[in-house]
């Protein structure tokens, strides 16, 4: 029996592949391919209060390699406007064309539309939407502004912001500040405030008596509610303030050196606020305390000076507090004596060995001299008190021996002082 044979066979597949062009076709040829772009492909207005109105950029290009005519445009929503497109308009390969989209919306809701260019090689659409408001109120933050207690005679200042949280600019007054004490600073009117801008002005409290004070801001558009801002703040007996001790005596202290001593502030008959001190003199100086600082009444809050002379003689300062207490500034002495460190090299040596009737002292400012004679007479003594030394120096000293014919020896071994 024969072998069965394997036969191979070649099967063709013809594929028919469609290819579409956004183009009008030439038969028995390639179609030059056009196209129409949108820059952006949609427009997105957000939010927009009635009667107002937003308008966005926009950019059709022709990206292909031929003319294309736009013959007509439609906007099925009366809501939306083209500005500055004119049909028929052809633009050429390359060529862009801006224009714009408004929106002004006339009732509450969401709002779309497909804006459709009619064009010679079909229909380029671009989508818009947004969505209809009532009018964004200003908002203010804080809501209300709360001074807490102020002594009579003295003033706190708060900041305060107001908003504009809508689309459309707003121009705003600031006015009708009621309330005895209150006042605002920092801001000019009118005030324009571009779409979601805050802007940041300050609101004083200056009690002049005694007892609990309210008052209000009001802040107003032509487009949006009023907007009130409550303000209340209480009028406080100025309190005392005490600094002990009065006068603070570190006594002598050497120049160069420092000496510390504390002392301590108490509020009395009201809470105090200490803002600030003043040193007169720059070899004072204050550490302990962080300023400002609040003292309640009764309470106390301690503080250190610190005494660096820089120069001999009897020095004074005084320290001031500056406060809200009715005793502002309070002042507190400062005195101290600042004395120059004196030194003085103390020099021995053993008595010769030959019969000597004295010694001389000999002194130099470099290793091997030459050397000076420092005493004024012969010393019979082995020991010799220099108290001519300059701070900060090197000294180098010898000695020679003297017999009773005047003959002086040779110079001794060297001997050195640093002096600090």
């Known amino acids: ?52 109105n937003v308008t966005l950029p926009v950019v059709v290009s022709n990206t292909g390699s031929s003319s294309v005519t736009v013959s007509s445009l439609t906007v099925g ?29 006339a009732t509450v809701g969401n709002a779309s539309v497909t804006i459709d260019f009619s064009t010679s090689i079909g229909t380029l659409s671009l989508p818009a939407y947004g969505r209809g408001v009532n009018n964004w109120p200003l908002t203010a933050s804080p809501a209300s502004l709360n001074f807490g207690n102020v002594s009579v005679g003295g003033s706190s200042t708060l900041p305060l912001t107001i908003n504009n949280p809508g689309t459309t600019s707003q121009t705003v007054s600031i006015g009708k500040i009621s309330g005895t004490g209150f ?65 603070i005596n570190f006594g002598n202290v050497t120049v160069g050196q420092s000496s510390s001593q504390g002392g301590q502030l108490t509020a009395s008959g009201s809470s105090v606020t200490v803002s600030s001190a003043i040193m007169s003199n720059s070899m004072f100086a204050l550490s302990g305390i962080s300023l400002p600082v609040t003292i309640a009444a009764g309470q106390s809050v301690n503080f250190t000076v610190t005494f660096t002379p820089t120069s001999a003689g009897t020095i004074s300062g005084t320290l001031s507090f500056l406060s809200n207490a009715v005793n502002s500034p309070t002042v507190q002495s400062l005195n101290g004596t600042a004395s120059v460190m004196q030194y003085s090299v103390n020099l021995s040596w053993n008595p010769s060995t030959s019969q000597v009737v004295g010694y001389n002292v000999y002194r130099s400012t470099q290793s091997g001299g030459p050397y000076t004679m420092i005493n004024p007479v012969l010393d019979p003594n082995t020991a010799y008190t220099d108290s001519t030394v300059v701070d900060g120096q090197t000294y180098y000293y010898a000695t020679t021996a003297v017999n009773s014919q005047g003959e002086e020896s040779g110079y001794s071994n060297l001997s050195q002082a640093v002096i600090p």
């Open 1 to 52: 029996m024969p072998l069965p044979q394997l036969v191979s066979r070649t099967v063709f597949l013809r594929v028919l592949i469609s290819v579409t062009l956004f183009g009008a076709s030439l038969p028995g040829a390639y179609a030059s391919r056009s196209q129409l772009v949108c820059n952006p492909r949609s427009l997105g207005f957000g939010k927009v209060v009635i009667g107002e």
């Open 77 to 105: 929503n009366a809501a939306f406007t083209v500005n500055d497109f004119t049909v028929p308009q052809t633009l050429t390969a390359g060529q862009s064309v801006q224009f714009s989209v408004s929106f002004s919306p």
């Open 183 to 247: 006042s605002v600073t920092g801001v000019t009117l009118p005030l324009i405030l571009a779409a979601g801008q805050s802007f940041t002005f300050s609101v004083t409290f200056a009690p002049s008596s005694a007892g609990a004070f309210s008052g209000s801001i009001l802040a107003t558009s032509p487009s949006t509610p009023s907007l009130i801002i409550p303000l209340a703040g209480t009028g406080a007996t100025a309190g005392l303030l005490t600094v002990t001790p009065a006068t």
